[in-house]
């Protein structure tokens, strides 16, 4: 069975930080770039981060550049997210989903991702 299942969210306070991982089971993770996205309540679904399965390159949203990094472990099926300095606008349910191969064009782009997890919810409140 193909499966997505992301973890490591919870509570946390302004400037404090997270790592949630992406682990795929039923399937190899090798050959799929990885996205992140988030969505806020009444919010629409945003891009965040986008890894590729070719050379590991990566791409952020301006809301996240430099405080946001995505890597992974093929070896252990799972595709990380380590967020810091988080803000209060930071809080959403996190999703990942895989795409073959190549990241989209754009992060905003959703119809190529095939699997997607169930999500994470991430709150950031002191």
């Known amino acids: 069975q193909v499966q997505l299942v992301e973890s490591g969210g919870g509570l946390v306070q302004p400037g404090g930080s997270l790592r949630l991982s992406c682990l795929a089971s039923?399937?190899?993770?090798?050959?799929?770039?990885i996205g992140w996205f988030r969505q806020a309540p009444g919010k629409e679904r945003e891009g965040l981060s986008c890894?590729?399965?070719?050379?590991?390159?990566?791409y952020y949203a301006d809301s996240v550049k430099g405080r946001f990094t995505i890597s992974r472990d093929d070896a252990k099926n799972t595709v990380y997210l380590q967020m810091n300095h988080l803000k209060p606008d930071d809080t959403a349910v996190y999703y990942c989903a895989t795409v073959p191969v190549f990241c989209p064009p754009r992060l905003q782009i959703v119809a190529p991702y095939d699997h997607w997890g169930q999500g994470t919810q991430v709150t950031v409140s002191s």
């Open positions: 039923g399937f190899a993770l090798d050959n799929y770039a």
């Open positions: 890894i590729s399965s070719t050379d590991n390159s990566t």
